[in-house]
């Protein structure tokens, strides 16, 4: 598939023109508004601020509950989420679940023909990237708001087998869905976490980013809830890059030599062409973006590491906005597509700030998904 197909797929023929410059900030050297920043970067129909918090904005809105279930087994999974299906189905509400493959086939076996009535999706592949989870759920409410009633969702955004990179970008995720449903219509999401397989700090994180626990058929509120998405988005520091590898300046000059360094860092690491594409075509919109708003240079650098091909673009500009690029621009929204594309086509995007600059990380698997 050429370039151009790639982001059509991902657009779905929305524009491709725009970079991220709904969601930077001039360098931090430079004082005043910042004439970009955007009124909104939710979709409708949860109308938000410019931190993507709808009205109202606080931990476990008075219509959303965003629920932590731990469960070790076959027969706890069912335990902890048949009951929820049945009783939505049951009053005709819509019901989305998202989880494992292993998940995915339990419950279908275990709902019957009731499966037909339930919409599901294998996580592995919607949730790969943790920046695409709160768009799905965006698309899923926008869909079952016709209905007028409550909907449930069904989230399993971490499995055993994550890589460190991808636990730290979930974590962070985890904390983001409180900000993003905040103030939203009524309606449920429920998170299974395998105790089994997952190790005791990614669950004590776990415990920190959920407002309520579901146990037995019963909910509460959870006392060690802590991280509600608002501040600490884009805090830390990523790990660094072996020593070898050099990092290259670029400015409005350079953005094609920038497109042809990392098309033939792809190809040397046998990249199959569309993903190729696809990875050129998101470093150039992180590049371009750098240019614009991010003071007019910037610095780029490329690796292979454990099977994934990496590409960092680090500017002087300050992404301020909580939620960018996890919530798919309006058809009128002329700005803000750039990182959410980035989002759309990469394995995994991180995002980094502090009062130098921001850096992104974005990664590419060298096999494809399947």
Request: net charge neutral; aromatic share 6%; glycine share 10%.
């Amino acid at each position: 598939m050429s370039a151009a197909g790639s982001v059509e797929r991902a657009l779905a023929s929305e524009s491709n023109h725009c970079h991220v410059i709904a969601y930077r900030c001039q360098p931090a050297t430079m004082l005043g508004v910042d004439p970009t920043r955007p009124r909104s970067h939710t979709a409708t129909p949860l109308p938000a601020d410019a931190c993507g918090r709808g009205p109202c904005a606080h931990s476990g809105g008075p219509g959303f509950r965003h629920e932590l279930l731990f469960y070790s087994g076959a027969d706890e999974f069912l335990a902890g989420t048949l009951p929820l299906i049945d009783r939505a189905l049951e009053r005709e509400r819509p019901v989305l679940v998202a989880v494992r493959e292993t998940g995915l086939a339990l419950l279908r076996e275990a709902l019957g023909e009731r499966a037909a009535s339930v919409r599901f999706a294998d996580m592995r592949v919607l949730g790969r990237n943790p920046a695409r989870i709160i768009s799905a759920w965006h698309k899923f409410l926008q869909a079952a708001a016709s209905g007028g009633t409550q909907a449930l969702g069904v989230g399993e955004p971490i499995w055993p087998g994550r890589s460190a990179a991808e636990l730290t970008e979930c974590e962070r995720h985890e904390s983001l869905v409180n900000l993003a449903f905040a103030g939203a219509p009524p309606w449920r999401v429920l998170c299974p976490y395998d105790l089994e397989g997952l190790d005791d700090a990614v669950i004590e994180a776990a415990r920190r980013s959920h407002p309520f626990l579901a146990a037995h058929g019963a909910r509460e509120r959870n006392r060690l809830f802590r991280s509600d998405g608002r501040v600490g988005t884009f805090d830390g520091e990523l790990p660094p890059p072996p020593r070898s590898v050099r990092r290259t300046s670029f400015s409005r000059e350079r953005l094609r030599m920038v497109r042809r360094v990392v098309a033939r860092r792809a190809e040397e690491a046998r990249l199959d062409r569309e993903r190729s594409q696809q990875l050129v075509l998101a470093v150039s919109e992180l590049a371009s973006n750098s240019v614009q708003h991010g003071g007019g240079t910037g610095t780029f650098r490329v690796w292979q590491e454990n099977g994934t091909l990496l590409c960092e673009v680090q500017d002087g500009g300050r992404i301020e906005a909580p939620l960018a690029g996890r919530i798919r621009p309006g058809p009128d929204q002329l700005t803000g597509r750039g990182l959410w594309l980035v989002n759309q086509l990469c394995d995994l995007v991180q995002i980094r700030c502090d009062d130098t600059g921001t850096v992104v990380r974005v990664h590419m698997d060298l096999i494809g998904p399947d």
